[in-house]
């Protein structure tokens, strides 16, 4: 027996929330936001009276100034959503093949180590699903299915070659009868390199459908396909210090914006980027306005982590140009210095754009004017138009944050609101097809239930 619609699901249709369709005025936003806000305290309060009250990231993680609504920035209606989401968390020892993407061939790949860096969202997301509240144990009632895998960190570290991922990915998803039943469409995979999917060489034959979730939102980049896609695909904030976004004791605190000596910076390698040469040169031209040596993956040009910092803080705009794909962590990382960061990246995609308005928090110039004439623009811009986009980028870089869901705001709460939009009450594939009592059967008309691994692919 294999009736898929559980009761629950049914009700989802009358639960649509108003604000994701309505179009606001000024007069409408400033309504919306006061109900949201007494909704949002109201909700607080409510987590405090019933919720696990133990989280070490309450009161340590996010500032008191996080749990303010963003008004103009961040739009209104977003914290207040009322998320209905079962994901069930594929275990490690269910399928064959698991362990192999999360610890490589040997087994000895460390998640400590996978954690860390630009590319720990890999890891995060996975541990924060498994702690979350809207995780299910019961395949039949999930709304959408995470698959685990560390292999970005696993094969910079040559846990796995490329070939290895491609023919391990496959043979995980052969044993996934739920993934078959929707094509995937409700699987949920995390790429947080600006590779994005191509990590798993044949993607384009077996995600195609799935939900990616990814920093990388760029549809140019090198390969001829895309492997993003807007309708499906999440893009997701990447991976800054922890020692950054902690309250106290942070790494490296701001500084006030009279005490930093340089106009800009951008303290990154050149990778043999135009951008990147550019402002290298720049630099050069204008050494007291721009920060901008040419640093080394290694050796005594890298900068360690605080020191990295340390110069990061001593500008009032972190300049963020593109490298080897659009996505830059620089970005991100500019918030918790509090300079306003400045995109060179024309090809960019950023996360949340449903809710946030980088308008407001950051400034894109074309990747093709870096000159002189950006530093004549940028030392134009009065300090008290500075302060205020910092303060609001004060006020939205919680959703830079990955925090647990007891976090109202935070890098995994606004996935898990976009997660929520992409919940079907149904599901489609070729190769399923379903009868008038329910039953879901495939092309030979074997009843679900039946349906035995290794599963038809794609
Ligand atoms: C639904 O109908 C099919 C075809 O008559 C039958 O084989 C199947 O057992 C039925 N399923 C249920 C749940 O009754
Ligand atoms: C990936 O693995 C599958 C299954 O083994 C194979 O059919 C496909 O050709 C492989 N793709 C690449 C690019 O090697
Ligand atoms: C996904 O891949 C399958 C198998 O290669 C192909 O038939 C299908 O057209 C692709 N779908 C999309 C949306 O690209």
């Known amino acids: 027996m294999a009736t898929i619609n559980s ?23 400033i309504a919306a936001i006061a109900l949201v806000a007494a909704t949002f305290f109201l ?38 959503t009322h998320l209905n989401l079962k994901i069930y968390v594929y275990d490690e020892g269910e399928i064959d093949g698991l362990k192999l993407l999360m610890y490589g061939r040997d087994g000895k790949i460390s998640t400590e180590s996978c954690v860390k860096g630009q590319w720990g969202t890999q890891v995060k997301i996975h541990r924060l699903l ?97 492997a993003f896609n807007t309708w499906k695909d999440i893009i997701i904030p990447g991976n800054v210090d922890d020692g950054m976004t902690v309250l106290k004791p942070r790494l490296v ?19 043999g980027k135009i951008g990147r040469l550019r402002l290298i040169e720049l630099a050069k031209e204008y050494p007291n306005k721009l920060e901008s040596p040419e640093l080394k993956l290694s050796g005594p040009d890298k900068l360690g982590r605080t020191d990295y910092f340390l110069h990061l803080r001593n500008a009032k705009f972190c300049l963020a140009p593109r490298g080897e794909s659009s996505w830059t962590l620089r ?50 811009i009065p300090d008290k138009k500075i302060e205020e986009m910092i303060e609001r980028g004060r006020r939205v870089r919680c959703l830079w944050v990955y925090a ?19 919940v079907r009450q149904f599901h489609q594939s070729t190769e399923t097809f379903w009868l008038h009592n329910g039953s879901i059967v495939n092309r030979d008309l074997v009843d679900f239930s039946k349906w035995k691994p290794p599963m038809p692919l794609p």
């Open 7 to 29: 009761g629950n699901k049914s009700t989802r249709l009358f639960s649509a929330h108003p604000h994701q369709h309505t179009t606001c005025t000024r007069v409408h936003q």
């Open 43 to 80: 909700t607080r309060l409510f987590d405090h009276s019933l919720g696990p009250c133990s989280s070490p990231y309450r009161n340590s993680l996010l500032d008191a100034t996080h749990y303010t609504a963003p008004d103009d920035v961040v739009r209104a209606g977003w914290y207040g």
């Open 130 to 226: 498994l702690q979350s509240t809207f995780r299910t144990r019961k395949k039949e009632e999930a709304d959408l299915f995470f698959v685990p895998s560390y292999v970005k960190c696993v094969r910079m570290m040559g846990g796995l070659n490329d070939k290895e991922i491609n023919q391990t990915y496959v043979k995980v998803l052969s044993q996934m009868p739920y993934f078959r039943l929707s094509g995937g469409r409700n699987h949920i995979f995390v790429f947080p390199s600006g590779a994005g999917a191509h990590l798993f060489k044949s993607w384009a034959t077996y995600l195609n459908r799935s939900i990616i979730l990814t920093p990388e939102g760029d549809r140019t980049d090198k390969r001829d396909t895309s």
């Open 253 to 271: 605190e701001p500084l006030p914006l009279s005490r930093r000596k340089y106009l800009a910076n951008y303290l990154g390698r050149a990778q």
């Open 331 to 380: 970005f991100y990382e500019s918030f918790f210095v509090e300079c306003v960061p400045v995109i060179l990246s024309d090809q960019v995609e950023l996360p949340f754009q449903n809710v946030v308005d980088y308008t407001q928090i950051s400034i894109k110039w074309p990747n093709s004017r870096i000159g002189k004439e950006l530093l004549d623009y940028l030392e134009s």
């Open 404 to 422: 647990p869901d007891s976090e109202s705001c935070s890098a995994f709460s606004g996935i898990l609101r976009e997660l929520q939009t992409k």
